[in-house]
């Protein structure tokens, strides 16, 4: 019951802040023990409604970025 309301509580600029601060924690160190503490303390956030917005925002960017910009991420 509390994590529904938790879940409820929720708003789309709350993920896309949690997904911000990942990629940035990510570049500045993509050292797993950097990571995971940070994921641990927003397991909130670690749910379905993520995975969507990820999905959205991914094809929503992805399609915005130059084929140059896309070869260079492939790499």
């Known amino acids: 019951m509390s994590e529904q309301r ?3 509580s929720l708003n789309l600029k709350d993920y896309l802040n949690f997904l911000r601060e990942t990629l940035q924690k ?3 160190d993509p050292n797993p023990q ?10 909130d956030k670690l749910d379905d409604n993520l ?4 999905d959205s ?3 929503e960017t ?3 970025v130059t084929l140059e910009e ?3 991420t492939d790499n």
């Open 26 to 28: 990510i570049s500045e």
């Open 6 to 8: 938790a879940q409820a």
């Open 62 to 64: 992805l399609t915005q």
């Open 34 to 43: 950097v990571i995971y503490p940070f994921w641990a303390q927003n397991l």
């Open 70 to 72: 896309a070869e260079y």
């Open 51 to 54: 995975a969507q917005i990820l």
């Open 57 to 59: 925002w991914a094809r």
